[in-house]
């Protein structure tokens, strides 16, 4: 079946340091993936996407890019801020477009000034 | 703007009640809903879908009548918790979504049963 893993956390940066999100996925065909984040008391926020293989998404500083060959579609961000800190997800939707999202199990970052 | 808007954001019950639990589409008419569950520090669970009109489909595990799913109109989802027991303390989220867009996620609400 489907499933998304992402790298254990937490993960404790100092600001500007650089951050990497591990996330690798099982899925058959072309799945869509994104990176959602989950700020403290709040719900999930869409981050960034990609549709298909070799597509980069982007959004604030943060990139991922659709890696076919490797089933991964790891998060990276330059230079991070406290204000990132947060949980961060990996999900994919099947191939099928059912529209039913399956989430990797969260990457706390905890970004110290 | 806020997308989904969940209500309450947080409630206590006590074990053996029922609670409900509502979503609302703000900015469109959403054709499907989502139903998630989220476990502290653990990720999200898929728990139904629900189409406005029809039965919701529940993901394998979960129990139907437990957890009800009314979804009357095209902006408004319900989950019910019938006879809530501690273990069904939880973050409840829901998701709507236009045909096969992007997923706008609601803020959740924090059940406590005790």
């Known amino acids: 079946g489907n499933s998304v893993t992402q790298m254990e956390g937490p993960v404790t940066l100092s600001e500007e340091a650089f951050l990497t999100i591990n996330c690798t996925y099982t899925?058959?065909?072309?799945?869509?993936l994104f990176w959602y984040v989950q700020y403290p008391g709040e719900g999930l926020q869409l981050l960034l996407k990609a549709t298909k293989a070799d597509d980069k998404g982007s959004n604030k500083g943060f990139e991922a890019t659709y890696r076919k060959e490797t089933t991964s579609f790891h998060l990276e961000k330059g230079s991070v801020q406290v204000s990132d800190s947060a949980v961060y997800f990996c999900a994919l939707r099947a191939a099928s477009n059912t529209g039913k999202l399956i989430f990797g199990q969260g990457t706390t970052l905890q970004v110290k000034p | 703007g806020a997308v989904v808007s969940q209500h309450p954001s947080r409630v206590i019950c006590k074990s053996g009640t029922s609670v409900k639990i509502e979503c609302r589409s703000l900015d469109f008419q959403a054709t499907t809903m989502f139903w998630y569950r989220q476990f502290p520090k653990q990720s999200l669970m898929l728990m139904a879908t629900s189409n406005e009109g029809s039965k919701a489909t529940y993901e394998q595990g979960v129990e139907k009548d437990k957890f009800l799913i009314n979804h009357a109109s095209l902006t408004l989802s319900t989950l019910t918790v019938t006879s809530a027991h501690p273990e069904d303390s939880s973050f409840y989220i829901c998701?709507?979504?236009?045909?096969?867009?992007?997923?706008?996620f609601g803020p959740g609400t924090r059940l406590t049963v005790t």
């Open positions: 998701s709507v979504t236009l045909g096969t867009a992007e997923q706008y």
């Open positions: 899925a058959t065909g072309y799945p869509s």
